[in-house]
Each structure stands twice: as C-alpha cells, then as structure tokens.
C-alpha cells in the first residue's frame, strides 16, 4: 500500500506527502507493512508542513519553466521560504528583469494545466555527476556531500533536479502561485563567487489564500510606519549621514518622551530606582560580561591615543553590574530594583535597516533586579504583573499576549548545571500561575534563559516585545555579593527586564497597528481649530487660548483653504479632532468636531463641554475618542 491508496481508504482530500516517525515521504512511497496506520500522519495542503512542501515544489516547477525558455541556464538551489519560494540561476550573461516574470509565469501556469507528475529517484554518487555533468554548481554540492550520502532526484517532466523531497504529487496542484521580484545573489551567498539572478515566488494552497496574502500586503504597506511617521511629522531617516539613527522632530520626539516618562512613572511606583551609566566604555568590561565574544563584530569600538579600547555599549546591563558594585551590599538592601534608559548602538548590515524597527542606535527601556534566592518568585511575578498594566495601557487586549520560554542557546555562559536550575525555575513560575506558554529551544540570552512577550497585531503579525530574563551568570563573571544573615557573602540572582526592549522598535510596530492614531495621552496633537471665513477669527482665538491653557495640544488653521481641502491635510496627520468654526458656532458658542474614524459625521457642544471630556480622557489614558 503507497500513500495514494491509504488517503482514498481513509477518505482524505488536499494530501500532499506523509510523515511517518518524524521523517516526511511523497505519497507514492510505499508503506511498510510493519507501520501502523494510526500513526501515520497525512500532511495537508493547508498545513504548516503541507505548505513548505507545495512551496518546495514550486520552485521546481519555476525551475523547469526557466528551463524550457532559457536553454542555457544553470539552476542553483531553490528552496521553499516563508510564504513562498525563490530559486537562485546563473543565466549565462543574459539579463533578466521584472518585465520576463510574465513569461515565466505563464510558462508555469501552461506546466501546471499539462498535469506533469513528480517522480522520485534515488542514484549514486556517480550516476549524480554524469546526470549534472554540465552544471558546475549541481557538480560542486555533489562532490561536498559525505561518502555514501544518500542522493534523490526528482523528474518533473524532462526536467529534473536534485532534492530530498517530497514533493506534490504533480503540477496541478500548483496553480496557486505568484512570481513577485527578482533580485541580485552570490553562490554560496559569498560576494567572491559567481552573481546569480534571484527569482522570488509566493505560493498558497487556494487562490483565495493567495489572495488573501496580497491584500494583507496591501493593508501592511498602508499602514507602514515609515510612511506615517512621514506623513505625521514625527522622524526622518538618513542613510547618508546617519544610516540606522533617528532624527526625532517635535512631534515624534513628544510621542518618545511621554511614553519613555509613562515606564518611567510606573517603574518608580513599583520600587525601581533610575540610574544612567556611559555609553562608552573599556573593552575589558565587555570581554569580562561577555558581550565581546558574542556580539564583537557588531560592537562600535576604537583604539585612543594611549591604547586603550573603549567600545559604544551595545547592552546597558554591565553598566548597571558597575552600580552594583561600586558599595558593598547586604540582604537589608535586596531586591535592588534598577531602571535605565541607555542609548546603546549595534552594528547591522544596511540592508537590515529598516525604519524604527531595525536600528544601529536605540534606546533600551531596561529594568535590572538583583535579589536573594527567595524573593526570586516574587520578583519575576511582579515584573510579569508590571508588564501587563503596560501593555493593557498601550491598548493590547491581556488574552491575546503570548509568552514563550526560550531555552538554552548554542553559545553561551555558564554550566549545564546553572541552566537546567534557571530553566526549570522560569516554568515553574508559569506552571504555578497557569499561564499559557510555548518553548523555544537555543533562542535563549548568552547568559540566561528567558520569557519572551509577543502580540499579534491588527493584521495579524506576530511581533515579540518584552523579556524576562533570568541570570545566574553574570553575577559571577563579576563577583557581585551581598552579606547574608548568617554574616556570610552571597552571590545575588540578577533579572534583567525589558517591557519593550528598543523603545523605537515599540513605537514603529505599535504605530504600524494603530495606524499612528496615538491616544489622546501621548498624542503629539490633539485637535485642529478650522476656521470657515474670517469672519470667526477672534472666536477661534478664543477657543485655541481656552484649549491650549488646558494643557490640549491644539493648532489654528486660519489658512485661506477650502474646508474640505484642510480636513484632508489634518486628516492625513491623524489629529483626533478637527474643530469647524463657522458663524453658528460663534453665535452659539459650540464647536462642530470631527471625530478621527468617525467619517464625515460631525458633533456639535458647547465647547467647554468638549474640553472637561479631552481632560479627562488625557487624564485617565483612555484609547478612544469618543466624545460620551
């Protein structure tokens, strides 16, 4: 019995391979008698791994379209991405560009239409050489695979390619697939070696799906946060002067500050102190933490006239160990609670940038905690609780936060002993308060492990944002201690806290879910005062000067614009509320408001009235703007 039959036996539909103990197999592979068929697992089209495999198996179809139209093209390697698929070719000299995706999408969709079958083969290593004699780049994987590596082929037609598979069982299950850019690569990824032409592809398992992700696309691009900040007058970029760094203006810089004295306020009332440490310092330090073995190449460092290396801190918590241990400690003086908002600055490639949301500078909203053994639970719940009221603040409903375990990495501190405690003692915490949790095997911190806090967006997005992490590392690497009640020194367990981490990436993610409508608390303009005619100039006057002396950040728009043309300008800069002044207003001493998201619906009240309501809502944090 192969895969085929088993699915027509159990009546499944939309199959595309199997898994059978934890290894995947087409689904014209047989299955061995001595395998039950309860615990084979039919992989779906609409499944996780069921999609990598129709991606997969798009890029081979990419390929042999590439195939059939350029004859002297040599294929590369082509693996199945996030969404879709990309196949790097060497076209021998031609030039391709964005206006041949069409032809080889069509070439694609007449392969699709002809049914062709995917058919595995398994060769030796010889047959594989004479088979890809031709194609340098096929020959060069082969000869770096081990001796006696099994090598599977895969026929697509007259086409074929080396690959493990599976695959679908033909073309036609394919037909859901948009070829999207094309882009410059290197073989091997190494700028020394051959160019290659990249062809990139998305790929669903419906045509519906694959709508459904162009429209997100879509929504995505509108919402991004570079064009709003834009458009907003919040920040600029500049990638000649100052590639990865923020040029706050006003507007932005006020949306920064109030969010940065929001943490501020709530981690004072929560016990933490705030300290500043600088941002430039010896080497050693980073050498004795760590951070130079595990982030060297992205430290900012430089020798000084009396050869000495000092490096830009990429990290705030050795600054903070320094605090700690510039006075000696006792159990009276724990838990310590430190706070700082450290600028820090880590080298990333250009083509990494991007926006706020990936930096070479930035501000980190750090918490550190050094506590005894005891007051660990404590600590870890309070910070957990801390996050919350923040979150739920900012607008991020509680039930959707999602908190993940990251386990130990590959390159770390520390001996199997200390991770196994520190790992066990973070789930403990989330068992104990019944909180829903996933593992991350090796995403953990160099030094510790930790709770990563993430959110999905309005879209749908998956962002991560805060961290708990747990240290019981560092503290030696720096012989911290405090004096015990037993009159013995102890070494302290250090927490390093982040609600948000990079306070820029944050805001570039959390603008990009709002739509940059920042509640009226932190809202770097609250209303807009629109005059009709000049005959209400001095009743505008007067509602800007009763505004503005109840601390709503208000403007005047007295320009000579038609009304309609200033409700689109202030609409694109998201102000909450666009006042309209006209005579019946000024005769009756209202305002009409025109609410944000509230279309061209209009309220009209005293507007006194409407300033006791921003007051309030400004003093209470509310996020909305509903004038009740």
């Not at 300290?275 to 130079?292: A, C």
């Not at 490096?311 to 241990?325: Q, S």
């Not at 509230?598 to 921003?614: L, Q, R, T, W, Y």
Request: charged share 25%.
């Amino acid at each position: 019995m192969n895969g085929f039959d088993l699915i027509k036996k159990i009546g499944v539909k939309n199959a595309v391979a199997l898994e059978i103990n934890d290894m995947q197999y087409d689904l014209s592979s047989l299955i061995p008698d001595d395998v039950n068929e309860e615990k084979i697992k039919v992989i779906l089209a609409s499944d996780i791994d069921g999609l990598e495999v129709l991606r997969h198996s798009s890029a081979h179809l990419l390929a042999f379209a590439v195939q059939r139209l350029y004859k002297n093209a040599l294929l590369t390697i082509g693996p199945a991405v996030e969404n879709g698929f990309y196949y790097d070719i060497d076209f021998n000299g031609i030039n391709i560009s964005e206006n041949d995706l069409e032809k080889i999408s069509n070439e694609m969709n007449s392969i699709v239409k002809e049914d062709v079958k995917f058919i595995r083969k398994e060769i030796s290593k010889e047959e594989a050489l004479s088979l890809f004699a031709n194609n340098k780049y096929k020959l060069e994987i082969i000869n770096s695979l081990p001796a006696n590596f099994p090598i599977s082929i895969y026929y697509l037609g007259d086409f074929v390619d080396l690959c493990r598979g599976p695959h679908v069982p033909s073309s036609r299950y394919l037909a859901n697939f948009k070829l999207t850019k094309i882009s410059g690569s290197y073989w091997r990824a190494d700028a020394s070696k051959e160019k290659l032409q990249r062809i990139y592809g998305v790929a669903f398992d419906t045509k519906q799906n694959l709508e459904n992700y162009f429209n997100f696309l879509k929504e995505a691009e509108r919402r991004d946060h570079k064009k709003i900040c834009k458009a907003m007058d919040l920040c600029h970029f500049d990638a000649e002067y100052a590639p990865g760094a923020v040029f706050w203006h006003h507007k932005g810089w006020y949306v920064f500050k109030t969010l940065l004295n929001y943490l501020r306020d709530e981690k004072i009332k929560n016990g933490y102190v705030e300290i500043n440490t600088p941002r430039l310092m010896n080497r050693v330090l980073w050498e004795t933490s760590g951070h130079w073995e595990k982030y060297g190449e992205h430290n900012y460092s430089g020798k000084t006239q009396d050869e000495m290396i000092f490096a830009v801190k990429p990290m705030n918590c050795p600054g903070g160990i320094l605090v700690y241990n510039s006075t000696p400690k006792s159990y009276r003086d724990l838990p310590l609670r430190a706070a700082e908002f450290g600028q820090v600055n880590r080298f990333e490639s250009s083509g990494s940038l991007n926006g706020l949301l990936r930096l070479r500078e930035f501000t980190q909203d750090d918490a550190h905690v050094w506590c005894t053994p005891e007051q660990l639970e404590t600590e870890i719940l309070n910070m957990h609780n801390l996050f919350y009221k923040i979150y739920t603040t900012m607008g991020y409903n509680s039930d959707t936060i999602e908190i993940a375990l990251s386990l130990r990495p590959e390159k770390r501190i520390g001996s199997d002993e200390i991770w196994d405690s520190a790992e066990k003692y973070l789930e403990n915490v989330l068992i104990k308060q019944g909180l829903k949790y996933k593992l991350q095997p090796g995403e953990g911190a160099f030094y510790g492990p930790k709770l990563e806090y993430g959110f999905k967006d309005a879209i749908g997005r998956s962002w991560q944002i805060g961290t708990i992490q747990l240290d019981m590392n560092l503290p030696n690497r720096f012989k911290m201690s405090y004096i015990g009640k037993d009159g013995a020194k102890h070494e302290p367990i250090m927490i390093h806290a982040a609600c948000f981490g990079s306070l820029e990436r944050f805001l570039g993610q959390y603008i990009e879910n709002i739509e940059g409508k920042f509640p009226l608390w932190h809202n770097p303009m609250h209303a807009c005062i629109l005059n009709i005619n000049d005959k209400v100039t001095d009743y505008c006057n007067e509602i800007y000067e009763k505004m503005t002396q109840a601390g709503i950040i208000a403007q005047l728009d007295m320009d000579n614009k038609p009304l309609q043309q200033k409700i689109a300008i202030h609409s694109l800069e998201k102000v909450p509320y666009l006042i309209i002044v006209g005579e019946k207003e000024k005769a009756s001493k209202t305002v009409s408001i025109r609410i944000i998201d509230n279309g061209n619906n209009a309220i009209s009240m005293p507007i006194d009235e409407f300033i006791n309501i921003v007051v309030e809502k400004i003093k209470t944090k509310s996020l909305n703007f509903l004038l009740k």
